[in-house]
């Protein structure tokens, strides 16, 4: 459908920062690298959404239905954590993101992310502290950090999770399949927040004088539904587009990425979406896939099993069933490899040895296991 022109008269004014070089928009499939890995199943889900390691090696999973699950490290044990709350699993809602915090080890917090019911609804960001073993194990005193506004009906939730350098907490929302809201400054749709570990807007948060809400970071995005961190702390996101336009962003202050105004896809009916080219006024993708691969999420790879992956992104796909490597470069990122997964992947992380993990969606999905090959 057809969108108005919106005005721009509210474009952050930033201070530059030196340029990073986009890639050209991969417009064709690339053939698939030899695999440096080999799978182990660990275990397997209903619809499993995400994940997060714990200090020890154990595994909390979260599945679509609102169901959270704590393995220990070999998969062998399970239990389901109690004290959730009551989640809207209907179309793309669901129980998403789990992430702990980067002190678990001493305080126990688990951040999570779900669709509340209601209609309309919204995206929550919650806590808990975790207690209990793989034996049985529950959530308490979980609390209600932040609430998406305004409330809508429809898809593109998001809800990623990442923590900064310096003790920030960044939150991923999508437009819920409504387009202008990523333009509009009173709400948080199709935005990025930067928040307190308690949930409250970050002091100093770059659009708070110009009439925006206090908690932006950045705006003008679709679907953000990979968050994360790199090695040099900068933050990266992975954004479905519409038809074609997936993209692979650096997270800049106040910045304005375009959405619905532009992409480098096209609208699902068909009808073209200005190229981000033409509207230079716009923060461009540093990779983006025409036609689309799904990005599900954005891994940044730190450990030492895969040298030749260090400080480089993982990205997985859900229609494209694989894992894409994407250098971030110092002066450009691009995509470096892509990896035949033969199953729609819905997330990827590390464990606390260096290996990676991914998730499979959909009913019967794998949780597996990719060590180096040799």
Do not use: C
């Amino acid at each position: 459908m057809p969108h108005p022109i919106l005005s721009i008269a509210l474009l952050a004014m930033v201070p530059a920062v030196p340029a990073i070089a986009a890639q050209a928009p991969i417009t064709a499939g690339r053939p698939f690298a030899d695999k440096p890995f080999k799978s182990e199943e660990v275990a397997r889900f209903d619809n499993p959404w995400a994940m997060t390691f714990l200090p020890d090696g154990q595994i909390l999973v979260s599945e679509k239905a609102g169901r959270l699950l704590l393995l220990s490290s070999d998969g062998a044990r399970r239990a389901a954590v109690e004290g959730l709350p009551a989640v809207d699993s209907s179309g793309q809602g669901a129980l998403g993101e789990v992430v702990a915090h980067p002190d678990f080890a001493t305080n126990r917090l688990i951040y999570f992310s779900y669709s509340a019911p209601g209609s309309p609804n919204g995206i929550v960001l919650a806590r808990g502290k975790l207690v209990g073993d793989p034996g049985g194990a529950r959530l308490e005193g979980v609390t209600i950090l932040y609430r998406a506004h305004p409330l809508k009906s429809g898809g593109h939730y998001a809800g990623r999770i990442a923590f900064s350098p310096d003790g920030h907490l960044f939150f991923s929302m999508g437009e819920r399949q409504k387009f202008t809201p990523a333009q509009e400054p009173d709400g948080v749709l199709g935005k990025i927040v930067r928040l307190t570990m308690d949930g409250k807007p970050a002091a100093g948060n770059p659009l708070a004088a110009k009439g925006f809400d206090p908690a932006i970071w950045s705006y003008g995005h679709r679907n953000p539904l990979g968050l994360a961190f790199d090695l040099k702390g900068r933050l990266w996101d992975a954004e479905m587009g519409p038809k074609g336009g997936d993209e692979v962003n650096l997270i800049l202050p106040g910045r304005n990425y375009g959405w619905p105004i532009v992409s480098n896809g096209d609208h699902y009916d068909g009808k073209p979406i200005p190229d981000h080219a033409t509207r230079p006024e716009f923060e461009a993708p540093k990779v983006s896939w025409n036609p689309s691969i799904s990005p599900s999420s954005l891994l940044v790879y730190s450990g030492k099993l895969f040298p030749q992956w260090h400080g480089k992104a993982l990205v997985s796909a859900l229609s494209g069933e694989m894992l894409i490597l994407v250098d971030l470069g110092e002066d450009g990122a691009k995509e470096e490899a892509r990896y035949s997964m033969g199953r729609r992947i819905r997330a990827v992380d590390q464990g606390p040895g260096g290996a990676v993990y991914v998730l499979e969606d959909k009913a019967g999905g794998r949780l597996l296991r990719l060590t180096p090959t040799g």
